[in-house]
Every structure is written in structure tokens, then in C-alpha cells.
């Protein structure tokens, strides 16, 4: 890359942020398209790349440009303490739905019913994407490709496929929705073709969403304890319809 800067100006506007290194690293790892990448001391993140992740090493040391501290801060404010970032070429959407539309099935979809917290949204698609989920949808006004959302799931949005669809738009497959009034879920097998969805943090289910169910399930929860958080939801779903052979080795 003979103008990383110029570059990164030119792709910004268009592109996915790798904000950090593992977010950089799991993109690559996910056969992420990235034509820029910069760090501020390409040692110090070869060095991290030689100790968390040697798989990645190669290809980090062909993308890594150095810039000064101020060129990095200017291309991203916020920067991530391991003063690595990255543009990255967004999945195609139409691949995306067509990953989600595809039958039969080997793990479910996670559905977030109007979401409003960014970094909730991130925590779930990184959860997703450890449990090896066919992808993640969000309703709603929230955008899953937000950057602090991105930078919330650690880049693993490229380890699955994460859109933002409506009600009348979610994957084919039986609609298993998590409610308080719903049947306990220790005493039910989750399928692999499932639609696991989660209603906003504040207020639920939507009334569509709930229309659109099949089953309605609820998570064990000590009384007078109101609720969890959403990425603690989903991770305590997931567990569940894994621990009965579904997760991938």
C-alpha cells in the first residue's frame, strides 16, 4: 500500500471499521476483503500476532502500514488501545440473505427484536458467531454494521451473516421466542432450524414479532429478578440448544 492515508480517505465512507487487533485479526481469519490496514508500530502488532494469533501473521505482515500516532488518531478519534485499525469491504447482502434463507439448516438464527443498545448488539453477534449461528438479524432502527458495533463484536461479524431484515422478512424456520410467561426452556430441544428472537431491552417483544411466534420460552431466573441482559439471554439460549449436540466441534 504505497498511501495508506489517501487510501483510507478514499475507502472510509464505504467500508467496514476494524477498530483494534482482534478485530483485524478475526476479519482476516474470516476471509475478510481489507485494503487498508495501519498501526502506529507494526513490531509491537506483529509481536501481538506471533502470541495471540500466529495463524494470522503472514497475512497481518503484508497489510500492516506504519503511521505516526497523530495520522492514526485523525483517521479514528477513538482508538483502540492496541493502536490497530482497518477498512474492510462489507459482505454482500445479497449473500448474507441467501445464507439466511438457506434449508435445511445446522444452527439457528438469532433474531434482535428492535435493539436499542449498540454495544448489546455487538456482544450478541460475537456470541453468535462463537456458537457457530447461521447469523444474526436485527429489526428495527439500529444498524448491526454500526461501527461500535463492530468494534462490540471483536470483527466477527464477518464470521457470520448479520443484516437488518423486518418481521415479514426473518429466515424460514419455527419462531422460538424468549418471554417471561413463556414454557421453561430446560424442559425443550431448541432445533437446529430454529429462529431464537429476543425482544428489545426495554420493552420486549414487539406485538409483529410476537404474532409471528411459534413458541414462546422462558429463561430460569430467580423471582423478583426482572430480567438479563440481552447478550446474557442469548448466551444462556445458545448454551442450551448447543449443550444438546448442536454447536460445531
Known amino acids: 500500500m504505497n498511501d495508506p492515508v ?3 480517505h478514499r475507502l472510509a465512507d464505504d467500508s467496514v471499521l476494524l477498530d483494534g487487533f482482534h478485530a483485524l485479526k478475526h476479519a482476516v481469519r474470516f476471509q475478510a476483503r481489507i485494503p487498508v490496514a495501519v498501526t502506529t508500530d507494526r513490531r509491537a502488532a506483529l509481536a501481538l500476532a506471533d ?16 503511521v505516526p500516532e497523530a495520522t492514526l488518531k485523525a ?4 482508538s483502540h488501545p ?9 459482505p454482500s447482502r445479497v449473500a448474507n440473505l441467501e445464507a439466511l434463507a438457506r ?4 444452527a439457528p438464527v438469532v433474531v434482535l427484536d428492535n435493539p436499542r443498545n449498540l454495544g448489546n448488539a455487538g456482544a450478541v453477534i460475537r456470541l453468535a458467531a462463537g456458537f457457530g449461528a447461521t ?15 463492530v468494534r462490540g463484536g471483536a470483527g466477527l461479524h464477518f464470521a457470520t451473516a448479520v443484516e437488518r431484515l423486518t418481521v415479514a422478512e426473518l429466515p424460514p424456520g419455527p419462531v422460538f421466542a424468549l418471554d417471561p410467561e413463556g414454557d421453561d426452556i430446560r424442559g425443550l430441544k431448541l432445533p437446529d432450524d430454529a429462529v431464537l428472537a429476543f425482544g428489545s431491552e426495554r ?10 411466534t411459534d413458541h414462546l ?3 430460569p431466573m430467580r423471582p423478583q429478578v426482572s430480567s438479563y441482559n440481552l447478550a446474557t439471554s442469548v448466551a444462556m439460549t445458545l448454551f442450551h440448544w448447543s449443550a444438546a449436540g448442536g454447536a460445531p466441534a
Open 6 to 8: 489517501r487510501a483510507w
Open 51 to 66: 502470541e495471540l494469533a500466529p495463524d494470522v501473521r503472514e497475512a497481518l505482515d503484508a497489510l500492516l502500514a506504519e
Open 75 to 78: 483517521l479514528v478519534p477513538r
Open 82 to 90: 492496541t493502536a490497530v485499525a482497518a477498512l474492510a469491504v462489507r
Open 103 to 106: 434449508t435445511p439448516r445446522s
Open 135 to 149: 447469523g444474526v438479524v436485527t429489526t428495527g432502527t439500529l444498524d448491526p454494521w454500526h461501527p461500535t458495533v
Open 203 to 212: 420493552t420486549g417483544l414487539s406485538a409483529e414479532l410476537r404474532a409471528r
Open 217 to 219: 420460552v422462558a429463561l
